[in-house]
């Protein structure tokens, strides 16, 4: 258990780490047409189309690959459980 916590823990200031120390802007570009007053239905759309695109594109897979080490320790450590009960249940049975 103190691995696993440990591991979290690592993948934490990781992630942490990229986010706050990573040049690129995920936030959407702001449309010219986007006034704070005045504004069309159309440019709304347009810029929520946008901010669609830019989150599928660049948003998304980041979320996705963070997501996926934190998927991976609790993988390896079920195995590690795993591997440990049969252990425990082959010793027991000799």
């Known amino acids: 258990m103190k691995s696993f916590a440990v591991a979290v823990g690592l993948w ?3 992630v942490l780490a990229w986010l706050l120390f990573n040049p690129t802007d995920i936030g959407s570009p702001v449309l010219g047409c986007m006034h704070l007053v005045g ?12 901010n669609a695109v830019r989150w599928q594109n660049q ?3 980041i979320v996705v690959g963070m997501a996926s080490g934190y998927v991976a320790i609790v993988v ?7 591997d440990r009960r049969s ?4 010793a027991s049975r000799s």
Do not use: D
Not at 39 to 46: F, G, L, N, P, Y
Not at 76 to 82: E, F, I, K, P, Y
Not at 87 to 90: D, F, H, K, Q
């Open 12 to 14: 934490s200031v990781a």
């Open 39 to 50: 504004r069309s239905v159309e440019c709304e759309a347009q810029q929520a189309a946008t």
């Open 59 to 61: 948003a998304l897979p």
């Open 76 to 82: 390896v450590a079920l195995a590690g459980v795993r």
């Open 87 to 90: 252990g425990r249940r082959s």
